[in-house]
């Protein structure tokens, strides 16, 4: 029979799983458990990258681009910027606009126009005024990335600090009979007008950006279309903005003088001072015009029960994405033409040594007679290349070609620009175009030395600078190398005179200090202390010294 088995306490509890890491959900705040990756999306650098060209976005394509918590009724959106290249859009971003927010102009508030859905739908306008970047620098002295100069003009609410857009709710009785964009650019007008005092009816093109479309209910709907009014053009002094306030009626008690008859002698008054309650109208401010960037509107903590300011951090979204998609056309334009340049440069390295080859095996079928002739020839070459004149290499760097990389160069949450880009960065972009297989990608990074290796760990990184700095060969001028060949020979002619003068100086150093000299020395000093010591100046010492003086 077998022995029972021992005892061995209790039966050990299962661990517990391991807690699933928490990745933040953009900037709408909270977390969500991670998700396992995709390995062929990540090979390929586009696990969390959507297309630049899709026009129609449905509520869940919003809010995976732009990891958003969006409003309830939110249905759709339509990128109008995406069907639109960058010459058609005509968007500068070098032009400033100074928005002066110090002015003290103040504009009255009015009562609201009168509304009425159109065809069961009511129709917002919201307007991006947009200032070119500035060349700023932070604390640390290095250039802002340009997401951080992209200034837009907005309105904050005094009480709660609030910022909301520019814009408000179609009219028919003011706009037009219709909500065309004609009158919704109206619409737009009149708002920028009532809300901070601009008068924009200047802007002759007002580039219909992005679209929103919410469902209220079953039968209730509203769209709401923001424009990008072109400011720049006619408003190169800069935009005054004014602050919203609204009047109202306040009971203030004041102190007044009154003159009254004298008790004591009638025929006299005299002046008193009495407390009375007066009605004034005072201002109260509602909004203030506030400038943000483009970065601190994609930063913002947009509230989702907030319309105005939700559709404010979609539309900087939007605004950046399409900076993505041209400043990423850009760099497919130089991608292919390092490649060119690549493929240029080493067909002229195959043509140089088949030429090389070639000279090689006809040598050997030349007589002696056609040797010497093309000795004689080559040395002729060398003695013209010895008469041109003397060059030197200049580097020079085109800061042009930088800027589409430095806009992917941008390091969250400070905005810092590395100066190097990750392959995986790069590869991410240009499927987002997509027109370029994975086959096309590998063959463009690969003429910038950014092959992928299978064993590889890193991504490999592209210093951008590099493909922007050209070498050219630069004359010296003849003047100056003359100049500074005197130059040298004066140094020479100095140094020489120096070091002969420090010679003699150690010659007649030498000299003076042989023994008989010192002893001389010596001796005259010990004939002087015995002058000052008023000692006997005859003597057998003294004959002695005399003597020993005169070397005798």
């Keep these: 029979m077998a022995s029972p088995r021992p005892f061995r306490g209790a039966p050990r509890r299962p661990f517990a799983p391991a807690p699933q890491r928490a990745v933040p959900r953009g900037a709408s ?11 062929f999306l990540d090979s390929m650098g586009i696990s969390n990258k959507f297309s630049f060209g899709t026009t129609c976005r449905p509520v869940f394509d919003i809010s995976r681009r732009f990891g958003r918590a969006l409003p309830f009724d ?30 003290t102009a103040t504009v009255v508030k009015t009562e609201a126009a009168e509304t009425v859905p159109h065809d069961s739908t009511r129709h917002f306008v919201r307007v991006a005024i947009l200032s070119g970047s500035k060349n700023e620098e932070d604390k640390s002295k290095t250039k802002l990335h340009l997401s951080k100069r992209l200034m837009f003009l907005l309105a904050k609410k005094e009480a709660g600090g609030v910022v909301l857009p520019i814009g408000g709710e179609w009219s028919k009785d003011k706009d037009g009979a219709t909500p065309s964009d ?39 709907r509203s769209r709401t279309v923001v424009f990008v009014p072109n400011v720049w053009e006619h408003y190169a002094d800069g935009l005054e903005p004014s602050t919203l306030v609204r009047e109202e009626s306040k009971e203030v008690t004041e102190e007044v003088e009154e003159e009254v008859e004298d008790e ?120 013209q290349e010895a008469e041109k ?32 880009l990750k392959r995986e960065t790069l590869e991410g972009m240009l499927h987002q175009q997509g027109e370029y297989t994975k086959f096309q990608v590998d063959d463009l990074l690969s003429a910038v030395n950014l092959s992928k290796t299978a064993y590889s760990r890193t991504s490999p990184l592209l210093y951008y600078i590099k493909l922007a700095t050209t070498s050219t060969e630069v004359p010296v001028e003849e003047e100056k190398v003359e100049e500074k060949a005197a130059e040298k020979d004066d140094a020479k002619e100095e140094k020489k005179e ?46 002695l010294i005399d003597r020993l003086l005169k070397g005798e």
């Design 182 to 220: 004609a009158n919704l650019q109206k619409a737009a007008i009149r708002h920028a007008k009532e809300m901070l005092g601009l008068d924009l009816s200047k802007c002759t093109k007002w580039i219909k950006f992005v679209e929103f479309t919410y469902k209220r209910n079953e039968t209730e």
């Design 29 to 39: 705040g909270g977390y969500a458990p991670a998700k396992p990756k995709h390995p």
């Design 264 to 383: 004591e002698d009638s025929t006299k008054k005299k002046t008193i001072k009495k407390k009375v309650t007066v009605n004034k109208t005072v201002n109260v401010t509602e909004l203030r015009p506030y400038e943000m960037s483009l970065h601190s509107l994609r930063e913002y903590d947009c509230r989702p029960n907030v319309e105005e300011s939700m559709e404010m951090c979609l539309f900087a979204d939007s605004f950046d994405e399409m900076l993505q998609r041209d400043f990423g056309l850009q760099i497919i334009d130089i991608l292919k033409k390092k490649k060119q340049e690549a493929a240029d440069a080493k067909e002229t390295e195959k043509k140089r040594k088949r030429e090389e080859e070639e000279a090689i095996e006809a040598k050997k079928h030349k007589t002696e007679g056609e040797q010497m002739e093309e000795e004689k020839r080559l040395a002729e070459l060398k003695k």
């Design 498 to 543: 120096e070091t002969t003068a420090m010679d003699e100086d150690k010659k007649e150093s030498t000299e003076a200090l042989t023994e008989e000299s010192l002893n001389k020395l010596l001796l005259k000093d010990l004939r002087t202390m015995c002058t000052e010591k008023n000692l006997a100046t005859t003597g057998k010492k003294q004959e």
């Design 389 to 420: 004149p003397k060059t030197k290499t200049q580097l020079s760097i085109n800061h042009e070609m930088l800027v589409p990389f430095q806009y992917f160069d941008k390091q969250p949450p400070s905005g810092s620009v590395l100066g190097h």
């Design 74 to 103: 939110l249905v759709s959106s339509t990128a109008f910027y995406a069907g639109q290249s960058a010459s058609d859009l005509k968007i500068p971003l070098d032009v400033n606009i100074d928005f002066n927010l110090k002015s």
